[in-house]
């Protein structure tokens, strides 16, 4: 997502090699479409999602979970309402 009001600049000549440009607001998913078929491949195995998680937080760890992505030190951080590990 960009801000409201961003300014895009281009070259008009890379329009000539019919390039176009074309915006995307959430991937363009069809959400009552794509989410109910990204549940059924993740429950299948076939969509590995536990793999893009790099560490799993409390909610009242959220700042140490912040401060991580920030360093660099994780990718994503998933917060567990459970209150589990």
């Given at each position: 997502m ?14 000539l ?7 995307s ?10 989410m ?19 560490r799993?937080i409390?909610?009242d ?14 990718a994503?951080s998933?917060?567990r ?5």
């Open positions: 960009i801000p409201i009001g961003t300014q895009l600049e281009l070259h008009a000549v890379e329009l090699s019919e390039r176009r440009i074309q915006g607001s959430m991937g363009s998913t069809c959400f009552r479409i794509d109910p078929t990204y549940a059924n491949l993740y429950l299948q195995g076939r969509l590995k999602l536990d793999e893009l998680v790099s799993w409390r909610l760890e959220i700042n140490d979970g912040f401060e991580a992505l920030r360093s660099g030190s994780v994503r998933v917060i309402m459970d209150g589990g590990n």
